[in-house]
């Protein structure tokens, strides 16, 4: 995967209301606040990073006690099954309530990310860094994927809940939204199977 691929999953995951920008929104709506709405994206995104940066320092920490191989296999097989809980899943996660803290939002956005396995999707380029150098690059560049995807995620956020607080309100997601959840599903399943693919 390159830096475009990067890049364009973070936006894939920005566009996705389970990842946050739903959870703005509401926030604003609810204080009838811009200020709140922009607020909230930073802790989001900031969860978000924890989420993959975390996948990343596995991956890394394990590349010296297993081959690529195995990372790349067991990777493949975890995108695939992850992905297919996911599809098959009719549960969705919830909070308690919508009065939180920026840290307590940080945190949601890390249970949310880790849960739809965010950081999952970016195995392959985990698992290739961990097999072309040593585990200081791995780290390094890991981190760095983790960075460039969450600026995409939460530019892409952050711009559509803007317009969605501006333009819509919440309604017009009763109405036009596709379920992004079956289709990051879909694309988990597909991201296993390009990884066991090619071995």
Do not use: C
């Not at 995104?45 to 596995?58: K, R």
């Amino acid at each position: 995967m390159t830096l475009t691929a990067v890049l364009l999953l973070g936006a894939f995951h920005g566009l996705n209301p389970a990842m946050g920008w739903l959870f703005a929104v509401a926030r604003g709506l609810q204080e009838r606040s811009m200020d709140r709405l922009l607020q909230s994206i930073p802790p989001i995104a900031l969860g978000h990073l924890a989420s993959v940066a975390l996948v990343a320092l596995v991956v890394a920490a394990t590349g010296s006690l297993v081959t690529g191989t195995v990372l790349s296999v067991t990777g493949g097989v975890v995108l695939v099954a992850f992905g297919l809980w996911r599809l098959l899943s009719t549960r969705h996660f919830r909070w308690v309530g919508m009065r939180l803290s920026l840290w307590q939002l940080a945190g949601w956005s890390f249970l949310m990310s880790s849960a739809h396995g965010a950081g999952l999707m970016l195995l392959p380029i985990f698992t290739g860094m961990t097999a072309e150098g040593h585990a200081g690059h791995a780290v390094s560049g890991g981190l760095g994927v983790a960075a460039f995807h969450t600026l995409a995620m939460f530019l892409v956020a952050g711009l559509v809940a803007v317009l969605v607080y501006k333009l819509a309100g919440l309604t017009v997601l009763r109405r036009a939204w596709f379920n992004v959840d079956r289709m990051w599903a879909v694309a988990l399943i597909a991201a296993g199977i390009i990884t066991l693919a090619q071995l």
